[in-house]
């Protein structure tokens, strides 16, 4: 069970570019690393997963460097709507996964 | 398509009675799982499903809880007797695979107050 380490929150303000850092020294040979985000009562929700490089879809880039052993979530132009708790998971199977504390974002006006 | 579905949405009862829990996952999904967040704490793992089947319910905290997934459709988590440090956030998740690039969808939650 890969255990992980994120800042417990960060401010921003809107139309910034976000880049939340995730350590992960136990990340095994077959762990992909998952960002999940999560708004206050609801549960949380996939974002992005990666297992190296780089990984880019509509709302998020997933920067992972060669020994893998941490990961960068970056979320550009963060509006007001971002305001929620991000988790990095690491692991090969859905299950047992570490959420951590997660990283509380605050997006200011 | 309905995503997953937990009933109650909130529950408050008495130390000492039994409380069941819900989850109905997106349809087509074989797996199934439970995590919680107790007050204060992090969400952990509870246990999880393939179909029918307890595929791993290691995070299981005690006997006093019990998970069902009859038919391998819905499931039911039943807390008897319940305790004051049961309460929580209980989240249900599902996902059509196990394994890599596997994203589970999660329920919006039932939140468990045992007084």
């Known amino acids: 069970l890969a255990k992980t380490t994120q800042p417990i929150s960060m401010d921003s303000y809107e139309g910034q570019e976000v880049n939340i850092t995730c350590s992960h020294n136990n990340i095994a040979t077959n762990d992909y690393i998952t960002w999940y985000q999560q708004f206050p009562s609801q549960g949380p929700r996939f974002i992005i997963q990666g297992y190296k490089t780089k990984v880019t879809n509509e709302v998020a880039s997933l920067f992972i460097p060669a020994d893998r052993k941490s990961s960068t979530l970056s979320l550009p132009r963060v509006s007001l709507s971002d305001t929620a708790v991000y988790y990095c998971?690491?692991?090969?199977?859905?299950?047992?996964?570490?959420f951590g504390s997660g990283t509380k974002l605050n997006v200011k006006p | 398509e309905a995503g997953v579905t937990q009933f109650p949405s909130h529950s408050v009862i008495e130390k000492g009675q039994t409380v069941t829990l819900r989850c109905d996952p997106i349809s087509g999904h074989d797996n199934l799982y439970w995590y919680r967040r107790v007050m204060g704490k992090e969400i952990k793992f509870l246990l999880h499903?393939?179909?029918?089947?307890?595929?791993?319910e290691s995070g299981m905290p005690n006997n006093r809880f019990l998970a069902e997934r009859t038919g391998g459709t819905y499931s039911t988590l039943k807390v008897q007797p319940a305790e004051l440090e049961d309460s929580g956030v209980y989240f249900c998740a599902s996902s059509q695979v196990w394994g890599t690039n596997t994203e589970a969808f999660f329920g919006q939650g039932t939140r468990l107050t045992v007084v």
């Open positions: 998971l690491v692991g090969y199977n859905f299950n047992k996964f570490y």
């Open positions: 499903f393939v179909k029918e089947s307890k595929q791993d």
